[in-house]
């Protein structure tokens, strides 16, 4: 025999005693070895599973899990302001995948029922969109109040006269 094949055995052998030794050892002096350990630990849980699917009336049930993650790669989670007092609706999901809650607030505080007046009040759309009340019922304002209006500085009489030339309106 060559040396490869000497070695080969001797790894064998080495590895063969390594297991037995540790099937064979034993945790406490007097006590069971692994293996008898192993297998009183099996034969006991099977027959304690018979026991318990027998009185359940029960079968072995498959449930499928997705191989997808949960979390989708490349969507930016919606930023929210920090929750105030109100916070028992922070966990609310998104009502829609194509439109952010701040969007849904802007068309809900918008619509206008068939007497012009406004569809839905402020907490009836904050109750139903959920999340920081105060930054819910500020959008809301914003957008039922409208621009504010600009405030221009008094015109000087060169620019008077020049609005007169073009023929603009003199505010």
Sequence with gaps: MDFATLFWVGMGF????SVAHYLTSVQEDGGPMRYQRWR??????????????AAADMDAVSIPVSGIGMGVAGIEPETRAAPDMDAENMAKPRISRNLSNNEVIVLLSSLRGPDGKQRYSANAIYKFVGGDRN???ALIHEVRDGP???VFPPLSPEQRDLRKELRLPVR
């Excluded at 080495?14 to 005693?17: D, I, N, P, Q, S």
């Excluded at 009183?40 to 699917?53: F, I, K």
């Design 14 to 17: 080495g590895a063969l005693v």
């Design 135 to 137: 930054t819910v019922l």
């Design 40 to 53: 009183q630990a099996l034969v006991m849980s099977r027959d304690q599973r018979r026991e318990a699917h």
């Design 148 to 150: 504010t209006q600009a």
